[in-house]
T-cell receptor, first 113, second 115 residues
Framework: DQQVKQNSPSLSVQEGRISILNCDYT??????FLWYKKYPAEGPTFLIS?????DKNEDGRFTVFLNKSAKHLSLHIVPSQPGDSAVYFC????????????FGPGTSLSVIP | DTAVSQTPKYLVTQMGNDKSIKCEQN?????MYWYKQDSKKFLKIMFS???????INETVPNRFSPKSPDKAHLNLHINSLELGDSAVYFC??????????????FGEGSWLTVV
């Protein structure tokens, strides 16, 4: 039962262009969402988050959009850089499930110079 | 200095053995976790400890026993290892509940291979 889905296992983007990573969720009780970035042989690192009371959060080149009615969020990276090449995990939680974070399977992003 | 450190990074062992993975965080956090990344790359929570007390135990076989001697350490002991236990295990920590918006910091992972 995948409560958090990332349907694209991989994505290739040209340097300087926009990267859009998508995430869908099924649990309407989720109220906090995050994106983590993971390089090979390293642990995931926090990238950006969004609360369900917002529909957009921006941090430099990274913007996360949340569409609650569609149960969909997306991460936009613009402009994309080769150093952004990594696996990106979408994650979600609900306040009633203390610390129970559900991660998606990840999308591997390759930014081509 | 690594904020969340776990050892060993790589472990190859035979079925039936007992092994431990150690985890330490120097961030002063009060909550620690163990996650398992399976063959399908899903990161799934196994355990969560807050101030040395077990908060989450996610239907993990009782061959897996976490031990938290203090707030800064959460070790994972696995008895009678099985082939299906082969995975990458990530330790993590946060200050307070993740669900309240606190960031989880992950260790680099421990690659366990059971042969």
């Amino acid at each position: 039962d995948q409560q958090v889905k990332q349907n694209s296992p991989s994505l290739s983007v040209q340097e300087g262009r926009i990267s859009i990573l998508n995430c869908d969720y099924t649990n309407s009780m989720f109220d906090y969402f995050l994106w983590y970035k993971k390089y090979p042989a390293e642990g995931p690192t926090f990238l950006i988050s969004i609360s369900s009371i917002k529909d957009k959060n921006e941090d430099g080149r990274f913007t996360v959009f949340l569409n609650k009615s569609a149960k969909h969020l997306s991460l936009h990276i613009v402009p994309s850089q080769p150093g952004d090449s990594a696996v990106y995990f979408c994650a979600a939680s609900e306040k009633t499930s203390y610390d129970k974070v559900i991660f998606g399977p990840g999308t591997s992003l390759s930014v081509i110079p | 200095d690594t904020a969340v450190s776990q050892t060993p990074k790589y472990l190859v062992t035979q079925m039936g053995n007992d092994k431990s993975i150690k985890c330490e965080q120097n961030l002063g956090h009060d909550t620690m976790y163990w996650y398992k990344q399976d063959s399908k790359k899903f990161l799934k929570i196994m355990f969560s400890y807050n101030n040395k007390e077990l908060i989450i135990n996610e239907t993990v076989p009782n061959r897996f026993s976490p031990k938290s001697p203090d707030k800064a350490h959460l070790n994972l002991h696995i008895n009678s290892l099985e082939l299906g236990d082969s995975a990458v295990y990530f330790c993590a920590s946060s200050q307070g509940s993740f669900a309240s918006g606190n960031t989880i910091y992950f260790g680099e992972g421990s690659w366990l291979t059971v042969v």
